[in-house]
Every structure is written in structure tokens, then in C-alpha cells.
């Protein structure tokens, strides 16, 4: 297994998937970390100041329409000044705002690791491997250990990035993470985020369609899905209350959480109907319970399919 993993490793840094995937990734933190300081800039508050003249004087528009208009923007202005001394809250909570709460780790994560897995199909690559019972259990427990590893490098490389990006346009953090809330960040980040690539590897091995596994990862892996059952469930809670706790059971709902950075992780929380945990405890239950039914599900059923 662990031979099949070093060829995997090899043959995955080689190739043209990895590089573009990596390289986009870099472009799209350095972009934000840019827009973010062009927004900061006096430059651009005084261009908003300037908007906001232009619309008291706009003739076509109605006073209540100025009024709210005004508003929107002064409110836009007022959030922009507290970013004009470009100081962000704290380190967590701009991975939260940069690459958790949009998506971007979820979406790059399983779109790569959905291509690559499909590919050792469409290639015949697999067919070149031992396939009996052995060589499928081998087979699909290395490629599961694989997408952890693989999550985890577009972990780091999203939080290495965005750090040295903000860093290089001179923003700084008005609270101190200590050592221990960054790695509970990471670690619980890189759990829920490998649960999600699982899930994916599961989806490629059945579908074996690239289309297909994109599809999932835009829809699901980027927590699109996730947010559209949370708010299912909130609205169905009018009727079935027990539903309003059911949706810190969802992989979407623990990313969401971490978004807001590591402040209250380890503060108790009822938001489990059984028990008081923490919020970090709910989200490694959460992570561990939907990586373990990816697990059962490729174990159980997906490795008994054929293989061409």
C-alpha cells in the first residue's frame, strides 16, 4: 500500500493537473489579498464618498431611493474606515473570510482530488494493478490516505499563501492567536476538509466521470449545498424544532463555524441535542462521523465494482 502511495505522490507532482491547480490557487489569494487592500486605500473610501454625492444630486431618483442609497453606502464606508488602518481581526478569522467561509478550500480540494481519481480509470492505469481481494483493499485505502494527504497540502498552502499575501500588503491583527487555537484551527480544518474530499473519492468511484465529480464539488464540497439544507431545515424547525439542532450536523454548518476563527472553539456549547460539548468537539464528531460513512461506503461497496 505505502509503495503504491510513493507512486501516487510521484505521479501526482508530475503532472500538469497539480501545478495548474496549485498555481491557481496562489493567483486567486493573491488577488483577494489585492482587492482587499484596494478597498482599504483612501483612494477608494473617497471614491465611495464621491459615489455617494453623485447619488444626492441624481435627479432621476426618488428621496426615499437617495435615502436608502445613502445609507447602503455610508454603511459600506463605515465598514472600509475600520479596514483603512488595514487590521484584521485576527489570523483564524481572515482564513476564515479568505478561503473557509467562501468555499475555496472545499472547491480546489475535491475538484483535484475527484480528476485525479477518475483519471486512474479513463487512463487504465488500475488495470495495471493487482485486483484481487488484497490488491482492491490496498488499492482504495491508499488512495483514501491520498486524499488526506492531499487535503491537507491545500490546507497549508491556502493558509501559508493568504498569511504571506496579507502580510506582503502590510496588514496586521488586532488579536493575537496563540500557538494552540492556530493548530486547532488547522487540525479541525484539515478533519472536516478531508471528510469532504472522502466523500468526493466515493462520488468519483461511482460516477468515474470528471464532469460528474466537478459538478459535486462546486455544488457540495463548496458548501453551496450544505448552506441550502441549513436553511431548509431552520425554516422546517417552525413546525419540528428538534431540525434547529440538527444543522450543527452538517460538514457546511462546522466550516461555517471555523470561519469566524478560533475565539470560542473551546467555550461550552448545547448545541448538541445530547450532551454539552465544545464547538471544537462537535466539529471533530461531525468530521470523524462523515469520513467514517465515506469509509464504510468505499470499504463496503465500492471496491467490490469492477474496475474497467
Request: hydrophobic share 55%; net charge neutral.
Given at each position: 500500500?505505502?509503495?503504491?502511495?510513493?507512486?501516487?505522490?510521484?505521479?501526482?507532482?508530475?503532472?500538469?493537473?497539480?501545478?495548474?491547480?496549485?498555481?491557481?490557487?496562489?493567483?486567486?489569494?493573491?488577488?483577494?489579498?489585492?482587492?482587499?487592500?484596494?478597498?482599504?486605500?483612501?483612494?477608494?473610501?473617497?471614491?465611495?464618498?464621491?459615489?455617494?454625492?453623485?447619488?444626492?444630486?441624481?435627479?432621476?431618483?426618488?428621496?426615499?431611493?437617495?435615502?436608502?442609497?445613502?445609507?447602503?453606502?455610508?454603511?459600506?464606508?463605515?465598514?472600509?474606515?475600520?479596514?483603512?488602518?488595514?487590521?484584521?481581526?485576527?489570523?483564524?478569522?481572515?482564513?476564515?473570510?479568505?478561503?473557509?467561509?467562501?468555499?475555496?478550500?472545499?472547491?480546489?480540494?475535491?475538484?483535484?482530488?475527484?480528476?485525479?481519481?477518475?483519471?486512474?480509470?479513463?487512463?487504465?492505469?488500475?488495470?495495471?494493478?493487482?485486483?484481487?481481494?488484497?490488491?482492491?483493499?490496498?488499492?482504495?485505502?491508499?488512495?483514501?490516505?491520498?486524499?488526506?494527504?492531499?487535503?491537507?497540502?491545500?490546507?497549508?498552502?491556502?493558509?501559508?499563501?493568504?498569511?504571506?499575501?496579507?502580510?506582503?500588503?502590510?496588514?496586521?491583527?488586532?488579536?493575537?492567536?496563540?500557538?494552540?487555537?492556530?493548530?486547532?484551527?488547522?487540525?479541525?480544518?484539515?478533519?472536516l476538509y478531508s471528510a469532504y474530499g472522502l466523500l468526493t473519492a466515493c462520488v468519483a468511484w461511482l460516477?468515474?466521470?470528471?464532469?460528474?465529480?466537478?459538478?459535486w464539488a462546486v455544488v457540495v464540497s463548496s458548501g453551496m449545498a450544505g448552506a441550502f439544507i441549513t436553511?431548509?431545515?431552520?425554516?422546517?424547525?417552525?413546525?419540528?424544532p428538534f431540525l434547529e439542532k440538527m444543522t450543527a450536523w452538517t460538514l457546511s454548518f462546522q466550516v461555517?463555524?471555523?470561519?469566524?476563527?478560533?475565539?470560542?472553539?473551546?467555550?461550552?456549547?448545547?448545541?448538541?441535542?445530547?450532551?454539552?460539548?465544545?464547538?471544537?468537539?462537535?466539529?471533530?464528531?461531525?468530521?470523524?462521523?462523515?469520513?467514517?460513512?465515506?469509509?464504510?461506503?468505499?470499504?463496503?461497496?465500492?471496491?467490490?465494482?469492477?474496475?474497467?
Amino acid at each position: 500500500m505505502f509503495n503504491l502511495l510513493k507512486s501516487d505522490l510521484y505521479r501526482m507532482v508530475h503532472t500538469r493537473l497539480f501545478w495548474g491547480f496549485a498555481i491557481a490557487v496562489v493567483a486567486v489569494l493573491l488577488a483577494v489579498a489585492g482587492v482587499m487592500a484596494w478597498v482599504s486605500s483612501e483612494g477608494f473610501i473617497h471614491l465611495m464618498e464621491d459615489s455617494m454625492a453623485k447619488v444626492a444630486n441624481d435627479p432621476t431618483l426618488s428621496v426615499e431611493e437617495v435615502q436608502e442609497a445613502q445609507a447602503d453606502m455610508q454603511e459600506g464606508i463605515a465598514e472600509l474606515g475600520s479596514l483603512a488602518a488595514r487590521q484584521l481581526e485576527s489570523l483564524t478569522s481572515m482564513w476564515g473570510n479568505v478561503f473557509l467561509g467562501g468555499g475555496l478550500l472545499g472547491l480546489i480540494g475535491s475538484m483535484f482530488i475527484g480528476i485525479y481519481l477518475v483519471r486512474d480509470f479513463r487512463s487504465g492505469f488500475v488495470k495495471g494493478l493487482p485486483m484481487n481481494r488484497r490488491g482492491r483493499r490496498n488499492y482504495y485505502l491508499e488512495k483514501m490516505l491520498l486524499v488526506v494527504l492531499v487535503q491537507g497540502f491545500c490546507l497549508l498552502l491556502c493558509a501559508g499563501c493568504s498569511t504571506a499575501f496579507m502580510a506582503m500588503f502590510g496588514f496586521s491583527y488586532l488579536e493575537a492567536n496563540s500557538a494552540g487555537d492556530i493548530l486547532l484551527v488547522l487540525a479541525l480544518t484539515w478533519l472536516l476538509y478531508s471528510a469532504y474530499g472522502l466523500l468526493t473519492a466515493c462520488v468519483a468511484w461511482l460516477v468515474r466521470n470528471e464532469g460528474g465529480v466537478v459538478a459535486w464539488a462546486v455544488v457540495v464540497s463548496s458548501g453551496m449545498a450544505g448552506a441550502f439544507i441549513t436553511q431548509l431545515m431552520l425554516l422546517l424547525a417552525k413546525a419540528l424544532p428538534f431540525l434547529e439542532k440538527m444543522t450543527a450536523w452538517t460538514l457546511s454548518f462546522q466550516v461555517g463555524s471555523l470561519a469566524h476563527g478560533a475565539q470560542g472553539l473551546l467555550a461550552p456549547s448545547d448545541a448538541l441535542p445530547f450532551a454539552a460539548v465544545t464547538p471544537a468537539g462537535q466539529a471533530a464528531l461531525v468530521g470523524l462521523l462523515f469520513a467514517a460513512v465515506a469509509v464504510a461506503f468505499a470499504m463496503a461497496v465500492l471496491r467490490k465494482r469492477d474496475v474497467k
